[in-house]
């Protein structure tokens, strides 16, 4: 089985937490290197997965999922992949509990979808600007998951996915999870300032609760 390649960073000393950082549709493992940076999360990993597909094959933009000819969407080998880098390369260095995901676009799909159904308390999950295509994967959401805190961001002005994705995705997320916030900012399909930093207020928060 081919593996997911991958940048890693770690801010500061000893890493005692980690992020795993999952980019949208032509993104790739450079993508969102300045999100620690910005967060200014000190002792902490950062992992930086890359989508084990080609757009095209002009340049290095990536996706999580390929169409087959059939039109359907190739879904179970890359969260095989997923699965394997999680299990095999951050857990083998974290507790769940100490480790958080952040997905962008279609990499907040790949939480709502994917991450979600994992049998892992995480410490945190943040979908950004994403959607759900599937409404039955949530059925798939793993009991152990349905506590752990999700924080759904989205611009008001984005542009290339619409805000009603966001809200949409709460209500769908508040039938089987407990702890389900939505945080919309100013902007369009981006990541907000604003809501990042409340992203490290739930890991300030759930840090201190391990301590």
Request: hydrophobic fraction near 40%; glycine fraction near 8%; include cysteine.
């Amino acid at each position: 089985m081919k593996k997911i390649k991958y940048n890693k960073i770690i801010t500061d000393g000893v890493p005692s937490k980690a992020f795993v950082m999952i980019h949208g549709w032509k993104g790739n493992k450079e993508s969102f290197k300045s999100i620690p940076f910005l967060l200014k999360i000190s002792d902490c990993a950062w992992y930086f997965p890359e989508g084990p597909y080609m757009v095209n094959e002009k340049d290095d933009k990536k996706s999580w999922a390929y169409q087959h000819s059939n039109g359907q969407w190739e879904m179970d080998e890359p969260k095989a992949l997923l699965k394997d880098f999680i299990d095999n390369v951050v857990l083998k260095e974290f507790d769940p509990a100490n480790v958080f995901i952040m997905g962008f676009s279609q990499g907040a799909a790949v939480c709502y979808e994917f991450i979600l159904t994992l049998d892992y308390p995480f410490g945190g999950v943040f979908p950004i600007g994403g959607f759900i295509r599937d409404e039955k994967s949530l059925t798939n959401i793993s009991s152990v998951q349905r506590d752990v805190p999700i924080l759904i961001g989205h611009g008001a002005d984005d542009d290339v996915v619409s805000p009603g994705e966001a809200k949409r995705a709460y209500d769908l997320l508040s039938k089987y999870c407990n702890n389900v916030s939505l945080h919309m900012y100013n902007g369009k399909h981006k990541i907000g300032i604003e809501y990042l930093k409340k992203v490290k207020e739930i890991v300030d928060m759930t840090i201190k609760q391990e301590v």
